[in-house]
């Protein structure tokens, strides 16, 4: 106990000897590995900045380097921008890996109609026009000015855009996007019935058929799938770590699903991987990473047969 004790604390006051040397921290944040290679009895001090920011402080004394929260920053993932339009609302975001993400949110204020009919009428309709062609010009600035990086950059694979009512196929017909993003529309214009981050993820939802394979709909079919079989209650789920533990060792989990910070999370990747089967990692962002976390502890399982007790 005194020696591993004496170990950590080595540890720190290397990593904080390199971080005395750092000026200032990057705009994504530091990464610091410290700890000791007994088989080449050497102190190991890793200190980086991550190629994505870091949102969250996680400090563990272990016996291994725990890179979880690291992994999505290094997966090749499609990014999708996401635009829901209404004549006088907007929200902007990005579809990227398994998240959903709200880039920005726009509002204008748009007149009711006119009624007192005659000139008076038409100059205020040409008058609302004007101002809702604005609105659309001011939408499609925004978006170009966060997603057209992203495109100049390899990342950007495509451009969903949805809304309640006519906004999005005026929107879209009107060539409101930068001609680049405007070629990377995916599908026609979709329906949906609400702004902010509920409506980017029905935007994501109705555009399924297009985009079906990207990281987020082939994780929200494996979760589909575990809420099946759960409630068939047909012995081809499990949860509970022992449980997992044993159908991971006898080879009946085909899948196993557990949330990002789960404390064990690298052990059972090792063993599912060394079983041959499939991991899926459920972040934050995933609406179901609460009730998995707080019904099941974070882990469960979809089997290939079932397990007899």
Do not use: C
Not at 67 to 77: A, K, P, Q
Not at 80 to 95: H, K, M, P
Not at 108 to 122: D, T, V
């Amino acid at each position: 106990m005194k020696r591993t004790k004496s170990k950590v604390q080595f540890a720190l006051e290397a990593a904080i000897e390199r971080l005395l040397k750092i000026s200032k921290i990057p705009k994504n944040g530091l990464v610091v590995f410290a700890g000791e290679n007994e088989e080449a009895d050497e102190t190991v001090v890793l200190l980086f900045s991550p190629p994505e920011p870091v949102n969250v402080f996680f400090y563990r004394t272990d016996k291994y380097f725990h890179t979880e929260f690291l992994e999505s920053m290094v997966e090749d993932s499609d990014v999708y921008g996401l635009i829901v339009i209404e004549r006088d609302e907007a929200t902007i975001g990005i579809l990227k890996g398994g998240a959903v993400s709200v880039l920005d949110e726009l509002e204008a204020y748009i007149p009711g109609k006119h009624s007192k009919g005659g000139w008076s009428q038409r100059r205020f309709d040409r008058i609302i026009e004007e101002l809702v062609e604005e609105f659309y010009k001011k939408v499609g600035e925004k978006a170009g000015s966060y997603l057209i990086p992203l495109l100049e950059a390899g990342k950007l694979k495509g451009v969903i855009v949805g809304g309640p009512g006519y906004s999005k196929i005026d929107f879209v017909k009107g060539s409101y996007l930068d001609y680049r993003l405007q070629k990377i529309v995916v599908g026609g214009p979709l329906d949906v019935s609400s702004q902010g981050e509920p409506g980017l993820r029905e935007l994501v939802e109705k555009a399924r058929e297009y985009i079906k394979e990207t990281k987020y709909h082939k994780t929200k079919e494996v979760l589909e799938k575990f809420k099946y079989h759960l409630a068939k209650d047909d012995g081809l789920v499990t949860y509970g770590e022992l449980e997992i533990v044993k159908g991971l060792e006898l080879g009946a989990v085909e899948t196993l699903i557990v949330v990002e910070d789960y404390p064990k999370l690298t052990e059972l990747r090792s063993l599912a991987e060394s079983r041959g089967a499939r991991v899926v990692v459920i972040s934050e962002e995933f609406m179901e990473y609460e009730w998995l976390r707080k019904a099941f502890g974070g882990v469960v399982a979809i089997l290939r047969y079932q397990l007899i007790s």
